[in-house]
């Protein structure tokens, strides 16, 4: 796959085969159709994934009578590229806001641990602005 690895080309039904199959590892036709809210038929599912392989996101091999599935595209990268578009559609492109709507919808549920790890995120975050700004960045 091109290293641009655009997931936000995909329709939401091609989104929802590409996060079982990423969350599976590997996935048959049959399988990934079992998970998808409201099915669509079997056909439609190997038309679906034809499709994602002439797009480069799968590939498939034959495993005796059936073909199995999996992503050819670094799930961190597709995970990235999906949460830029998130920002970018949702929060203006504000990833503070974004940010702080996520800790919104989950506060009293992080963990210290979590807590701690999203404060050493802001500092680093600190960290590398402060570069920037004296490397003679505005």
Known sequence: MKSREVYSELGRRERQLMEIVYRRGRATATEIQGELPDPPSYSAV?????LLEDKGYLRHEQEGPRYVY?????RNNVSKSAVRDLVRTFFDDSASSAVAAMIGQYEGQLSEA?????EQLI????????KNTKGGRP
């Open 46 to 50: 190997r038309g679906m994934l034809r």
């Open 70 to 74: 999996f992503a050819t595209a670094n």
């Open 114 to 118: 979590e807590l701690d790890r999203l």
């Open 123 to 130: 500092e680093r975050a600190r960290a590398a602005e402060r």
